[in-house]
Nanobody, 121 residues
Framework: QVQLVESGGGLVQAGGTLRLSCAASGRIVSSLNMGWFRQAPGKERTFVAAFAWRGGTINYADSVKGRFTISRDNAKNTVYLQMNSLKPEDTAVYYC??????????????WGQGTQVTVSS
């Protein structure tokens, strides 16, 4: 089993930055692909970014390319999401995910509880 705990969410003005962290525990998390999804109010969860443990492949949603950067520190069992140039439409609950690979919810095995990001205009 894998436990994921997100932190770093909050309220920021448009154009601002936030860095989300996701601390993983349990099985050998350094061997897991990890990533982020988000769910805006009244909308479905959507893929944001993912980082493969083997080869370091990184995948981003088109809506965040050039603004968000995903990274991981295997020694700390932590994955990060650096979010720059934030827009009001980035407002959502952000979920850390692990295991699997892809851009769909059911392609990841483990989910955190989520952290709220609110971007004011």
């Amino acid at each position: 089993q894998v436990q994921l705990v997100e932190s770093g969410g909050g309220l920021v003005q448009a154009g601002g930055t936030l860095r989300l962290s996701c601390a993983a525990s349990g099985r050998i998390v350094s061997s897991l692909n990890m990533g982020w999804f988000r769910q805006a109010p009244g909308k479905e969860r959507t893929f944001v970014a993912a980082f493969a443990w083997r080869g370091g492949t990184i995948n981003y949603a088109d809506s965040v390319k050039g603004r968000f950067t995903i990274s991981r520190d295997n020694a700390k069992n932590t994955v990060y999401l650096q979010m720059n140039s934030l827009k009001p439409e980035d407002t959502a609950v952000y979920y850390c995910v692990a295991g699997g690979w892809g851009t769909l919810e059911d392609q990841f095995d483990y989910w955190g509880q989520g952290t709220q990001v609110t971007v004011s205009s």
